[in-house]
DNA sequence: GGTAAAATATTCGTATACGAACTATCGTGG
DNA sequence: CCACGATAGTTCGTATACGAATATTTTACC
């Protein structure tokens, strides 16, 4: 259990979600939002209707977490949220035009977070590649189930 | 700006922390405590007597996160606050029997987390200290100072 | 020796994050 | 056609997570 909390490979996973976390808050906060409105803008820009379970899902979040932030969006007049015409359970999300522009200028300024990601991408490609096999290897493990659960 | 949001190599970082979390949870809450509450646990206990300040930098957390935290487990009684004699400012941090037994109890239970990550370690040699390396080359790119910011 | 700066921790406001419970709606089977 | 199970999303309670502001104490400097 000790070597499962001080394991120097995990903290660097750790670590570098950290660092890159950060980083995207620089270009958010220029932009008066967050970290996760900003991916979650991002998300909805890509696709346009989605439903709220579906964003869940892409954001890898539960619902009642992606409630609230669509919450504070709509608030903010960057989402726009409509009841489903087929399901009035469901709703449809999509960006308002100044959510658009949020993300348009985003897109447009100098960001931190761009030059160190192609920075990272320019390392050498079967570094790159044995990094995302390697990765997917211990996701893999992580994630296996077990009847011992 | 895209690329850093839409990237599978540190979309595959954030997934094996939130597994690696996610076991971390099966664990902690067998004992009644969560994660974080978990990880604090261990840092002082392998810290006896630290200061808020030096247990912050150890967890990555600020201080008024782990303030917050401290609270709750001394509420719990797992954990004893006391001011340092001389620095009245500063407190130092232990664990209470309670919270030892605790932690005991978890390290000598049986443990999803700790069997993979064993399994995770058992990999091959060069793999890991190649994961380590490149992992490590990933934090420096990532958390290198410029003068852009 | 007194004052200002620095240090330590706490509190506050706000945003996530989750699981459980809940509400409203849709689909299915009898 | 209706009742029930399933689905979609919301709300609630609690725990983090941060930055700013605050309070108290210590240190440094003149």
Chains 1, 2 share one sequence.
Do not use: C, W
């Amino acid at each position: 259990m000790r070597d499962a909390l001080n394991n120097e490979l995990l903290r660097s996973y750790a670590n570098i979600n950290k660092a890159y976390f950060q980083l995207l808050k620089i270009d958010a906060e220029r932009m008066g939002i967050t970290v996760v409105q900003l991916k979650t803008m991002y998300r909805i820009s890509a696709h346009p209707n989605t439903g709220l379970g579906e964003l869940a899902e892409i954001l890898r979040l539960t619902k009642s977490t992606v409630s609230g932030v669509i919450d504070r969006l709509v608030h903010q007049g960057l989402v726009e949220r409509t009841i489903q015409s087929t399901d009035r359970r469901a709703i449809n999300l999509k960006l308002t035009e100044k959510g658009q522009k949020t993300l348009k200028q985003l897109f447009e300024g100098k960001s931190i977070v761009s030059e160190k990601t192609h920075e990272i991408m320019n390392m050498r490609k079967e570094d790159i590649n044995k990094l995302l096999s390697l990765n997917n290897q211990i996701l893999s493990i992580l994630t296996a189930r077990e009847d011992i659960y």
